[in-house]
């Protein structure tokens, strides 16, 4: 079974750092493609990076804050300049292919873990 399970979420002060982390299991390195995606109350679950071999994809409204990075099957997030409008729980996903992932076609999910930022 695929296993995908978070952790380095917290309350942060407007402007501060946070670090993601995500550790899968069963997932060959080599050959597919895990991400970061978040969701707020109320709100649609929305693509925040994905990367793969050769490949990464960040949505516009990090605007360069953000930095995804990956070592074989564990996955981080480096969340910096943190605004209010970034606090969601955060899941890492995984897919066969990043299209796949982006889409949020065929990609298993882990719990999530929270992020809040406040003014």
């Known amino acids: 079974r695929v296993q995908l399970v978070e952790s380095g979420g917290g309350s942060v002060q407007a402007g501060g750092s946070l670090r993601l982390s995500c550790t899968a299991s069963?997932?060959?390195?080599?050959?597919?493609?895990m991400g970061w995606f978040r969701q707020s109350p109320g709100k649609e679950r929305e693509g925040v990076a994905v990367?793969?071999?050769?490949v990464t994809r960040y949505a516009d409204s990090i605007k360069d804050r953000f930095t995804i990075s990956r070592d074989k099957n564990t996955l981080s997030l480096q969340m910096n300049s943190l605004e209010p409008e970034d606090t969601a729980i955060y899941y890492c996903?995984?897919?066969?292919?990043?299209?796949?992932?982006?889409?949020?076609?065929?990609?298993?999910w882990g719990q999530g873990t929270q992020v809040t930022v406040s003014s």
């Open positions: 069963e997932i060959p390195y080599s050959r597919n493609c």
């Open positions: 990367t793969s071999v050769g």
């Open positions: 996903a995984a897919a066969w292919s990043c299209s796949d992932l982006w889409h949020r076609r065929n990609t298993y």
